[in-house]
């Protein structure tokens, strides 16, 4: 049956060769045979080749399989960090820099001194504090006795009452100028025995590395100014649109290959853990968040273009070899291979039809096709060496012309 098949084969490509050659054959006034018309090999896509040719430029056979093959969607993103992990480094208040602590690029620890702040009124607060200190022990003290007065029934509620009142409001008072030095970065305590400063320091927020600086030394800033930014890029994601036509094939858990666009195509991996349940403007496209598996520690930076492939699942289709497809003129074609009988061994020859086919996804080498013709199941294709018999055939063709 495998012989009754490809001597089919051959007779179809055999007899298609013969009738596109000889409807091209026409005689001349004297009855001689003029050439044939410029029409041979172009238009038909044949070619033939002996074993012995196949076997010098490498060309291979094989039948098309059926392999399974992960359908993936096509989005593009950039990095991004969630919010909790980059931080603007602001000031509570205005003051001039005094010293600058820390470079761009640098990595920092929550809580290290980033920059210096000079500020005269800072002086006043810690005087303000100290004042407020004082008067709340002598206003404590008086509470404690008018307490035990009345304990003893021997004080009045209106003295008792008058000092509880003064108590709770100089507490108050003392609680308040307290939590203002702690903004600051100024210890009370160390205020308390004495240590008065004159500047403040500006602790980071994050774990993480300096970002853009802001400021220089000698510099005026406003309260509330940013000065610098620290990006904590260990829990670094992607950020990728994906449009309405494939937001249905996308799930949270599907495994994504991502390539680093302009890092020389770098690869490494991911895994979506959330989609967005908005459009993004009019641009009719979805964000999807995925987790980035950065084991081989690349130097990941948020901002950077990706290409990603998300895989939703595989499928069992007809594939070939990528070898086996080229590409001419905007379109996909592969070779059809049908072996002529009449020869033998290395003289053997086969002929090779042109035959366009779309094309679908791609993984482990191989890439999913479509024949736009029925071919016969179990037909040849010429695995390697497409390219040179697409080469061949359109050289032919030229020299014709």
């Known amino acids: 049956m495998q012989i009754i098949k490809y001597k089919a084969i051959a007779l179809i490509l055999c007899v298609a060769m013969m009738v596109s050659c000889s409807g091209n054959k026409t005689k001349n006034e004297t009855g001689q045979e003029e050439k044939p018309a410029v029409t041979d090999k172009k238009k038909s896509g044949f070619i033939t080749l002996t074993r012995q040719q196949m076997q010098s430029v ?46 761009e690029g640098q990595q920092v620890s929550r809580g290290q001194v980033l920059a210096m702040i000079n500020n005269q009124d800072l002086i006043k607060i810690q005087q303000d504090y100290l004042t407020a200190k004082n008067n709340f022990a002598y206003v404590e003290a008086e509470y404690d006795r008018q307490t035990q007065l009345k304990a003893a029934g021997a004080g009045t509620g ?28 100024i210890s009370p305590n160390k205020i308390s025995t004495g240590h008065v400063v004159s500047q403040f320091p500006v602790l980071s927020p994050i774990n993480g590395t300096v ?19 620290v990006v904590d890029n260990s829990k670094i994601h992607c950020d990728l649109t994906v449009f309405e036509k494939d937001l249905m094939q996308v799930k949270v858990g599907q495994k994504v290959n991502f390539q680093l666009t302009n890092q020389d195509n770098q690869l490494i991996t991911g895994q979506i853990n959330g989609i967005n349940k908005s459009f993004e403007n009019e641009s009719k496209g979805v964000i999807v968040h995925a987790v980035i598996n950065n084991s081989r520690h690349h130097n990941l930076i948020p901002g950077m273009y990706v290409t ?29 291979a049908a072996i002529d009988e009449k020869g033998a061994g290395l003289n053997q020859s086969v002929n090779f039809k042109k035959i366009e086919v779309t094309t679908g996804v791609t993984a482990l080498g191989y890439i999913e096709i479509k024949p736009l013709i029925k071919l016969p199941v179990g037909v040849k294709i010429a695995n390697k060496g497409a390219f040179y018999l697409e080469s061949k055939l359109s050289g032919s063709a030229e020299e014709e012309d």
């Open 58 to 103: 490498g060309i291979d056979t094989g039948q098309i399989e059926q392999k399974n093959l992960d359908a993936v969607v096509k989005a593009n993103g950039q990095l991004a960090v969630p919010p909790q992990n980059k931080a603007d480094v602001s000031i509570l208040s205005g003051g001039i820099i005094g010293h600058i602590n820390v470079l």
């Open 308 to 336: 990603a492939l998300i895989s939703t699942g595989s499928h069992l289709t007809s594939a070939v070899p990528i070898d086996a497809v080229v590409r001419s003129q905007g379109k996909q074609f592969i070779f059809v």
């Open 158 to 185: 209106k003295s008792f009452q008058s000092s509880q009142a003064t108590y709770h409001a100089e507490r108050s008072r003392l609680t308040a100028y307290e939590s203002q030095l702690l903004q600051l970065g």
């Open 211 to 229: 970002g853009q600086i802001r400021i220089n030394t000698g510099a005026f800033v406003q309260p509330g100014t940013s000065i610098m930014e």
